[in-house]
């Protein structure tokens, strides 16, 4: 059964620096989107995006983010200057529609 | 705004047990509702959806029924397993917000053999 990727499993970096994590949709899915989960705390919505334009974006989703599909493929979603509170657990999801999203595995960001 | 409300866990069960994992949610609107289950190591897998008011979603052995009245969407499974042991989360999704999902925070299950 096709899965959502995610590239690394786990990112550690330093307070400041730039992080981009990545994400490989099932391959016929246009519709894509980013979550994060802080420790403890909820799922929370960052951003979606569709036909190459983000859709909707969250009151977390500042200019420190950004998101794009360089390549056609790859969905990313970048941050710029990381800040201790940015680290969380981050899911790509995807879908063929903008009803049902199918979840990766996450990606661990742990910002020094 | 929306908001997804779950019990807090954990939830420790023997095996055979009967399992209900409570989920209320506040709404302007008639959104869809979620389960999703996330074993360990692993992503948010969809577990259950309902779209309507009476609207019973299952899989797995799982259960859970819209209920528009109480504003609720409670998850059941009549007989777990061990191999159900993962974290449950309940979410909403209303059209008028958009795409996104909103999400409770989430409830950690252990499944004792």
């Known amino acids: 059964e096709p899965e959502v990727t995610q590239t690394p499993s786990h990112q550690v970096t330093q307070m400041g620096q730039e992080v981009i994590l990545r994400c490989v949709p099932i391959?016929?899915?246009?519709?894509f989107y980013w979550y994060r989960q802080i420790l403890g705390q909820k799922v929370e919505f960052l951003v979606s995006?569709?036909?190459?334009?983000?859709?909707?974006k969250s009151e977390i989703f500042d200019d420190q983010f950004s998101v794009e599909r360089p390549d056609g493929s790859n969905f990313t979603l970048k941050i710029r200057s990381t800040k201790l509170e940015d680290s969380a657990m981050y899911f790509c999801?995807?879908?063929?529609?903008?009803?049902?999203?199918?979840f990766g595995p996450g990606t661990r960001l742990t910002v020094t | 705004g929306d908001s997804v409300t779950q019990m807090e866990g954990p939830v420790t069960l023997s095996e055979e047990a009967f399992l209900t994992i409570n989920c209320t949610y506040t709404a302007t609107g008639y959104p869809s509702l979620f389960w999703y289950v996330q074993y360990p190591g692993e992503g948010l897998q969809l577990l259950l959806k309902a779209t309507k008011a009476d609207d019973k979603g299952s899989n797995k052995g799982f259960e859970a029924t819209y209920r528009k009245e109480t504003t609720s969407f409670h998850l059941e499974k009549g007989s777990v397993q061990v191999s159900d042991s993962a974290v449950y989360f309940c979410?909403?999704?209303?059209?008028?917000?958009?795409?996104?999902?909103?999400f409770g925070t989430g409830t950690r299950l252990a499944v004792r053999p």
């Open positions: 999801a995807t879908g063929t529609s903008s009803y049902e999203q199918y």
């Open positions: 979410a909403l999704r209303e059209k008028s917000s958009g795409d996104k999902l909103t």
């Open positions: 391959s016929n899915h246009l519709y």
């Open positions: 995006f569709y036909n190459n334009e983000i859709s909707e």
